[in-house]
């Protein structure tokens, strides 16, 4: 695999994930949804301050050493990526790559512009506007993830009374909300773990035995035999 396809699939990757982000920040307001396969899909405007799940740690801090963490990751999967593809990795591990370099890619540009280039979302001000004349909601390193896609399996639904200790309370099935950032480290980790016998077979040469022998072994076994 070439290292331009490569570089494609992250660029689409990237450029369909904040093109959705920008219009959910600019067009929705904050905690809004819009149903699109009734109530099982559905955009659902929010964001996050850490990390995945919505988990953070430290304040100012924490958020300031999840992204420069974040930003180190980035930078190592740029030589990581250029060194699986010049080693041929097999294609389908070096997309899995790229698809969870693009999903931390995406990420962290939230968290290292947003709060610069946006107003805020939350705090009851309505829409938030691109490049605002009072400046953004935060600075540099300091912006929150967009987050907007949820697709609950299970829905609000109430559990039946016989089960122990939460029957009769409401139950909703796989309840995060992500973007598409999110999706594409899931999928690419997901099928990493799901074809790595695939993506990391050996090659029939290396576990052939060695059954030849050189030329100059040949000669002196042809010299032993012979007397000589």
């Known amino acids: ?56 740690f430290g304040g100012d801090w924490g958020k300031l050493a999840l992204t420069v963490f974040r930003l180190i990751a980035v930078i190592f999967g740029v030589y990581y990526i250029k060194g699986i593809v010049q080693k041929r990795y097999h294609r389908g591990f070096i997309l899995c790559v790229a698809m969870i370099f693009a999903g931390a890619l ?27 004349a009072g400046g953004g ?28 200790f939460w029957g009769g309370e409401r139950f909703t099935f796989f309840s995060p909300i ?15 773990l799901i074809f790595q016998k695939r993506f990391f077979k050996k090659s029939p040469l290396e576990d052939a035995p060695v059954t030849m022998q ?3 072994q040949l000669k002196d076994t042809v010299k032993v035999y012979s007397g000589q």
């Not at 490569?6 to 990237?14: E, F, H, Q, S, T």
Request: glycine residues 10%.
């Open 178 to 192: 992500f973007n598409i950032a999110d999706a594409s480290i899931s999928v690419g980790v997901i099928a990493i």
């Open 1 to 56: 695999m070439k290292i331009r396809t490569v570089a494609l699939v992250i660029l689409g990757i990237i450029i369909a994930d904040q093109a959705l982000k920008i219009w959910v920040k600019t067009s929705m307001n904050y905690g809004q949804q819009i149903f699109l396969l009734g109530r099982s899909l559905r955009l659902y405007f929010i964001e996050n301050e850490g990390m995945a799940w919505g988990w953070k």
């Open 106 to 132: 995406g990420n962290l540009i939230d968290s290292m512009f947003y709060g610069m280039i946006f107003s805020g979302s939350n705090d009851g001000s309505g829409l938030a506007h691109m490049f605002p």
């Open 214 to 216: 050189n030329d100059d």
């Open 137 to 164: 909601y935060a600075g540099f390193l300091h912006g929150k993830v967009v987050d907007m896609i949820y697709a609950p399996i299970i829905d609000n639904k109430v559990l039946p009374s016989w089960i122990p």
